[in-house]
């Protein structure tokens, strides 16, 4: 069946930097488009960033262009998050997922425990 283990999340001081992984199993990685996206407290869901089949093409919310890299290994099914520049807004457990419609993204069942990120000082 499909999973996702996400990892490499932390503490980090504004300004800082991070980079998550996501571990694939269970599906034929390579065939899937894949995004992050994250739930800071008290919040829904929401849309951080997106990549395509092969990596050609990628997306990105506008809170993050610009500080955030997608990229993916598809010999390692694996899926990363680089975060520059992070801000205390960015506190978030993030996950990782197969590529839905950012405007309705939900929890499915493959999706890992996610990732804590706590940016402060």
């Known amino acids: 069946e499909a999973q996702l283990v996400e990892s490499g999340g932390g503490l980090v001081q504004p300004g800082g930097s991070l980079k998550l992984s996501c571990a694939a199993s269970?599906?034929?990685?390579?065939?899937?488009?894949m995004m992050w996206v994250r739930q800071a407290p008290g919040k829904g869901l929401e849309y951080v960033a997106a990549?395509?089949?092969?990596?050609?093409?990628?997306d990105y919310a506008e809170g993050v262009e610009g500080r955030f890299t997608i990229s993916r290994d598809d010999a390692k099914n694996r899926l990363y998050l680089e975060m520059n520049d992070l801000k205390p807004e960015d506190t978030a457990v993030y996950y990782c997922s197969q590529y839905q419609t950012p405007e309705t993204v939900a929890r499915d069942d493959y999706w890992g425990q996610g990732t804590q990120v706590t940016v402060s000082s």
């Open positions: 990549i395509q089949m092969g990596g050609i093409g990628r």
């Open positions: 269970g599906f034929a990685f390579r065939h899937y488009a």
